[in-house]
């Protein structure tokens, strides 16, 4: 899967997020750091930036002024060249407003401007008293679903080489690869055995070549694919996959080369409709529009439907396309990765974070494919009851006037808006506004045919009214659209805490309309903390580890976050956001630990420097709507270093734990590092690659990050899963230059073999028997079984019974503690009352 979005954060960052009053210091750091990122606006220096009023100098009456004794905002010009409004609350937008053309004036306000300052102190006063008087419309979907679902597509386990990549093109003699997103829509076509023919003729150019594929004249031969290809199978079993698999591939304009071929994931949707006849209705939508309960909730309606969900993500190496098809009584989905089922398991959401990832899935110290997660809905052939919903997406919505009168004119500014679905047909954009469920249109236009990942930017609406129909009280005000075949309207969603939706107040003809970015509370509901692992050097890795917590009862947060530098003076500047993951926090979790990686770059200042050795203070950052805010009220002081000189790496002592495994054993690499040269720190990747004696290249290839200071021996350790049959093999370690490539001489070569496993009897493996949840498992193994087990033993691979448990009573899930257990490989077998037993095989971490 290609990567479409590039992970950005804006400049504009609120300083002092931890003290809810933000005080005139605060205030002014904020107007300072305004004023210096402004591209059209020049500050000489710190004294051109002055205070000129608060919002008790120019909001007088009882009823405006502020009730709790604070600023609702601070205005400061900046000379007379420019002037910018900055909040009074770290729970509203650092800057409320700005100009950079003259400075604010104090007499004789305008009307409108009053207004405009008025609403803001309203704003104020409800965050100072915690009222909170609007929820958030929900997307209406059933709730109720089966217990857990057994993977769909059973069997169905194929990959992305031979025989699958068998029709795929030649590059520069070497066969390319199926790519993910062919071989995950291949499996769910092969589930349903549909369609007998494709439809039409499509052609494009990649790379100066012309690929073709003639739907309507090829009949799809079902029968002679086989659920798994391993061992012998014939050609015309081996034709009939590959040409299932090159005809996905055209359909969305893949990308070909040997290592990894890639495809965007929004055009799966409109190529399933087009070329292979699937239901008109199925739809594409994107993780961060929607929240955890709703998004789990649609995966499991797929499922429980019997629709395999095509889902997409992407690490911070590369994208992925995979297949959930199936979930527990956990809340965790089964993925079949594609990989000829390599990997498959119970995973959640938030962390598919698969050990091996196999063609094209990138390393495994890319933190999983949690980034830019979507999926299709709807993947089914067509069906005379299935719907339609409209899916568009919105960065921004702005309103001219935050009150008015009912008649009153207002406009309304979008500032981008995408179709992220499928072709929207011959439908419209409304305003609406919704209270107790009923929706009332405010104005609507005709949208016409929109096609994927199409909409507008920049785009402003006039002569919008709330008419004097609508009552009294607080409305939901959205953007939403409705295609011809749509009786309701969809609401536009915007990623969390964007400001995409109104709050509307009607009281007899007053109509005031707030911006509304969601319920979470930054300062109140998220709390965390973070430390460095160890010492930092300018510009090299920095590795952390994070505590965060979420005390919201209702709300969930989903977003990036990092660790935010912040230096250690009296101005108290904004450095850098370091390092980022996803992530989600679903309400009423504590001290979930975060691992956070980056460079110590001031990407927050001056792009591609190094952070400037000296002083900082660091703590968690989120980024939250258009914001990047800090989390928490401690700041961690640390010490940043400057890196100098040149480092070559030392490598001695390299062996193997073990040079004899069983087959399913892990692999351990250990080695003693250290530094030669002038260079005081190394922070690098090393790569791992295993080879079957006599063989020349390998796809097999393991990375770890290595951190290592001038005078320090760094004790290396790689615990990998070799995945490997019986047989002779070595392991290269290398420095690569580029991930996924290795060449010259390798830092070390080391031999071992590998036999069959011994000392198990032979019990019934049956993989649908025993269900183990995610792996690798940690304290304790969860597992399902459809039978009523008396007795669950552990072995290791050598036979050895280590933990036994009796079991009574009528159940079907059962928890066994392994926390005494060494990382590794162990079988765990159920003798069930029924007199059979079953074994399978798990990770202990």
């Known amino acids: 899967m290609r990567k479409l979005l590039l992970l950005s954060w804006l400049l504009l960052c609120s300083l002092m997020v931890w003290a809810a009053q933000r005080s005139s210091e605060d205030a002014l750091s904020i107007a300072r750091s305004f004023f210096m990122q402004s591209n059209s606006i020049a500050t000489r220096n710190a004294a051109d930036v002055q205070l000129v009023a608060v919002s008790s100098d120019l909001l007088n009456s009882t009823s405006t002024r502020s009730a709790t004794n604070g600023n609702a905002f601070y205005i400061y010009n900046n000379a007379h060249s420019a002037y910018v409004i900055v909040s009074g609350d770290d729970r509203m937008k650092p800057v409320l407003g700005y100009s950079d053309n003259g400075s604010f004036i104090t007499e004789n306000l305008p009307v409108n401007i009053l207004s405009w300052l008025e609403y803001y102190n309203a704003v104020y006063e409800n965050i100072k008293n915690g009222k909170k008087v609007f929820a958030e419309p929900k997307l209406l979907i059933r709730k109720s679903f089966p217990a857990s679902i057994s993977p769909l597509l ?3 386990n194929w990959n992305q080489d031979t025989p699958y990549n068998n029709a795929c093109p030649m590059i520069q003699g070497q066969r390319s690869v199926t790519g993910c997103v062919a071989t995950a829509m291949a499996m769910i076509l092969k589930y349903y055995e549909y369609p007998a023919k494709g439809t039409g003729h499509y052609f494009y150019t990649s790379n100066g070549v012309q690929y073709s594929f003639d739907y309507g004249n090829t009949t799809f031969d079902w029968n002679n694919m086989l659920p798994r290809y391993s061992g012998t199978y014939t050609v015309e079993q081996a034709d009939a996959v590959a040409q299932l698999m090159y005809a996905c591939g055209v359909s969305v304009e893949m990308e070909y080369s040997p290592s990894s071929s890639g495809a965007y994931s ?3 949707g409109q190529a399933l409709i087009d070329y292979f006849g699937y239901d008109e209705n199925l739809g594409y939508i994107y993780r961060e529009y929607f929240t955890s309960e709703e998004w789990m909730n649609l995966i499991k309606k797929e499922i429980s439907e019997g629709r395999p969900v095509l889902y997409n993500g992407a690490s911070k190496d590369v994208g992925h396309e995979f297949v959930f098809d199936g979930y527990d009584t956990q809340d965790m989905v089964h993925v079949n990765w594609g990989w000829g ?14 050990s091996s990832p196999g063609i094209g899935g990138g390393t495994d110290i890319g933190g999983g494919f949690i980034y830019q997660q979507g999926m299709i809905t709807g993947f089914q ?6 719907s339609y919903t409209s899916h568009f997406y919105l960065s921004k919505l702005e309103v001219s006037k935050n009150e008015v009168t009912k008649g009153e004119n207002f406009d309304l500014t979008i500032t981008e808006m995408y179709n992220m679905s499928t072709t929207f047909k011959n439908g419209q954009l409304g305003l609406i506004a919704e209270k107790d469920g009923k929706q009332s249109a405010l104005w609507n236009i005709s949208l016409g045919n929109v096609k994927p990942n199409f909409g507008t930017k920049g ?3 006039s002569n919008i009214t709330v008419p004097s129909t609508l ?14 075949r749509e009786t309701a309207w969809s609401r536009v969603r915007g990623s969390y805490g964007s400001e995409t939706q109104f709050i509307l107040t009607i009281s007899g003809n007053k109509c005031i309309l707030a911006s509304f970015g969601g319920d979470l509370n930054l300062k109140e509901d998220l709390d965390g903390s973070v430390e460095s692992l160890h010492n930092l050097y300018s510009g090299r890795r ?44 679903r309400p009423g979790v504590e001290n979930k630990e975060i691992k956070i990686s980056g460079n110590l770059i001031s990407n927050l200042t001056e792009a591609s420097k190094g952070i400037p050795a000296g002083d900082y203070f660091i703590c968690p950052g989120v980024q939250w709507g258009e914001y990047v805010y800090a989390i928490g009220d401690k700041l961690t002081p640390v010490t940043v270093n400057k890196a100098s000189g040149t480092s070559t790496l030392i490598v001695e002592n390299a062996r193997l734990e073990a040079k004899q495994l069983q087959v399913g054993e892990k692999l351990k690499l250990l080695a003693d590092l250290s530094l030669s040269g002038t260079g005081n720190v190394y922070d690098k990747t090393l790569m791992a690659a295993i080879f079957a004696v006599g063989q020349g290249s390998t796809s097999n290839l393991h990375y770890t990050n290595v951190f290592i200071e001038k005078g320090q021996t760094f004790n ?17 370690l290398y420095k690569p230059e580029l991930l996924g490539g290795y060449g010259g001489d390798p830092l070390c070569r080391l031999y071992f073999s590998v036999g069959p496993a011994t000392g198990i009897k032979d019990e019934i493996t049956d993989k649908d028997e025993i269900i183990i949840y995610q792996q690798p498992v940690e304290d304790v193994l969860y597992i399902h079984t459809s039978n009523t087990a008396q007795m669950i033993s552990i072995y290791n691979l050598s036979g050895q019974e280590l933990i036994r448990q009796k079991e009574s009573g009528d159940k079907k899930e059962y928890s066994i503690p392994v926390s005494g257990l060494s990382a590794g490989y162990y079988i765990v077998t159920l003798q069930s009352v029924n007199g059979n037993t079953y074994r399978s095989k798990f990770i202990k971490k």
Request: hydrophobic content about 40%.
């Open 716 to 732: 290396l350790e790689m615990e990998i899963d070799p995945q490997i049959e019986e047989g002779n093999y070595y392991i290269n």
């Open 266 to 268: 929004f055009k799966v």
């Open 471 to 484: 009552t009294d009280g607080t409305y939901a005000l959205y953007l939403a659209t409705k295609d011809s």
């Open 381 to 386: 052939p067509p069906v005379a009851t299935s």
């Open 542 to 585: 920095g590795d952390f580890k994070m505590l965060l917590s979420n005390k919201s009862t209702t709300s969930d947060f989903y977003g990036l976050a990092g660790v935010l530098f912040i230096t250690a003076d009296e101005d108290a500047q904004l450095i850098s956001l370091a390092g980022y993951t996803q992530l989600e926090l």
């Open 341 to 354: 089922g390599v990997n498959n398991g119970y995973f959640e959401v938030a962390s598919l974070n698969p």
């Open 459 to 461: 785009q402003t609406f």
């Open 154 to 156: 059973g069997e169905i």
